[in-house]
């Protein structure tokens, strides 16, 4: 039968030290969470759908495309996240690299910080929701385990999105009424009210710097 045979690296070269090969493996780790991590343990979540209810209140389904409102979403992520980021960069990779603390301590800095934002951002009720369910009495917030302040902290997120998406949608709603009301008076059932809604609804968002605003209020609404 065929053999298989896998060397690692050429004859009489070196094989990697343990540590080289542990940072590979970090590398490789953090890549593959890293999506979850800026779904779940950042503001992306809630940017991203304050900006998707935007463009449903504007009845405009494909504009701007998803591409555009992922893509803003995620430097406004990086935007409002800058000052946990350069904590975690000080505290642990910084000192990690210059290999001051074991890896567990970087994870555990940088969980830290991560766990101090979420949080701050997070409502009790939502924490304490979770608390109950892991069934865990613990003395103090720095004693919280992740599993615990994650999902709370998603709840919260989801919370606070819809909540500012219910803000956006009543001027535009306001708009359709008023609308749907002439054209029932002047007889024009037949006409879509979105034929005319929509265009005073675009007007309306540029006149107000409507993207701004929003951007803004996004921004302020994480403290920063």
């Not at 900006?51 to 009845?59: E, K």
């Not at 970087?106 to 934002?117: C, G, I, Q």
């Amino acid at each position: 039968m065929p053999t298989i045979n896998v060397n690692l690296g050429s004859p009489g070269q070196e094989l990697p030290k343990p540590d080289v090969a542990l940072e590979i493996l970090f590398a490789i780790t953090l890549l593959t969470l890293a999506p979850s991590i800026i779904l779940l343990m950042t503001c992306f979540t809630r940017i991203v759908i304050v900006l998707s209810f935007v463009r449903t209140a504007l009845t405009l389904p494909t504009t701007p495309a998803n591409q555009i409102i992922v893509g803003l979403s995620l430097f406004l992520t990086f935007f409002i996240m800058a000052p946990v980021y350069e904590k975690i960069d000080r505290d642990a990779i910084k000192p990690y690299q210059a290999q001051a603390i074991t890896g567990e301590r970087a994870l555990e800095e940088a969980s830290k910080h991560l766990r101090t934002f979420m949080l701050r951002q997070s409502r009790p009720k939502d924490i304490e929701l979770f608390v109950a369910l892991a069934r865990i009495q613990p003395t103090a917030a720095e004693d919280l385990p992740l599993r615990v302040v994650i999902p709370g902290f998603v709840i919260s997120e989801l919370r606070t999105a819809f909540q500012m998406g219910f803000l956006l949608f009543i001027p535009f709603v306001l708009i359709d009424l008023v609308v749907a009301t002439v054209l029932m008076s002047m007889g024009m059932m037949m006409m879509p009210p979105n034929t005319i809604s929509l265009p005073l609804k675009i007007l309306l968002f540029v006149l107000v710097d409507g993207w701004g605003l929003i951007v803004r209020s996004l921004v302020q609404s994480f403290g920063s």
